[in-house]
């Protein structure tokens, strides 16, 4: 298995405050991304990272900011929590940033914002 | 815009035999690379089969291949002897140069004893 860590794994929060989600790698990958999974829309990318410092938007981008001080270390960050960004939120790495992308996910953080 | 679809919301099917899940896609690039991954219900995401566009041959990987047919932009997943840990969703994926991954909705797969 990948050795990705992704933390908290489930969280309940209230709306309007800040929620950051950590995903760690121990593969010395060079992309990180950020998905989320919602019913009847299958993963959608969020924010991806191609190097320390280095990170783009992905196609949902609004509402959400990240960090990547380190190789290991990707951060999500909901700035001001709102109900609409309930979801299953899952960390990828991929050694490659080619067409053979194959990205491999850490485990889930299911979020819940009340 | 929808750029892959997987028509099958649900399908069965009995221990031991094949199922193909299908996967069609939209695009207007020639280089693109086809993903498959499987969700159980644990959650996890696990990578099972890629294919390349310019790949000659159909993709194969223990139990399961991909049918992949470029003219008809489909790339079926095809799984052989179906065994009860098979049960779990399916997504279809796609990448083409210059963006990012896109996910198709997912199909939800039963295998019956």
């Known amino acids: 298995d990948a050795g990705i860590t992704q933390s908290p794994r489930h969280k309940v929060t209230e709306t309007g405050t800040p929620v950051t989600l950590r995903c760690h790698q121990t593969e010395n990958h060079r992309y990180m991304y950020w998905y989320r999974q919602d019913p009847g829309h299958g993963l959608r990318l969020i924010h991806y990272s191609y190097g320390v410092k280095d990170t783009d938007k992905g196609e949902v981008s609004d509402g959400y900011s990240v960090s990547r001080s380190k190789t290991e270390d990707f951060l999500l960050t909901l700035e001001s929590a709102t109900s609409s960004q309930t979801s299953v939120y899952f960390c990828?790495?991929?050694?490659?940033?080619?067409?053979?992308?194959?990205?491999?996910f850490g485990a889930g953080t299911r979020l819940s914002v009340l | 815009a929808q750029k892959i679809t997987q028509t099958q919301p649900g399908m069965f099917v009995q221990e031991k035999e094949a199922v193909t899940l299908d996967c069609t896609y939209d695009?207007?690039?020639?280089?693109?690379?086809l993903f498959w991954y499987k969700q159980p219900s644990s959650g996890e995401m696990i990578f099972l089969i890629y294919q390349g566009s310019y790949d000659q041959q159909n993709a194969t990987e223990g139990r399961y291949s991909l049918n992949f047919q470029k003219a008809r932009k489909s790339a079926n997943l095809v799984i052989s002897a179906s065994q009860l840990g098979d049960s779990a969703m399916y997504f279809c994926a796609m990448r083409e140069a210059d963006n990012d991954m896109r996910f198709g909705a997912g199909t939800r797969l039963t295998v019956k004893p």
């Open positions: 990828a790495i991929s050694e490659r940033g080619d067409l053979k992308n194959i990205q491999y």
């Open positions: 695009t207007s690039d020639p280089s693109y690379g």
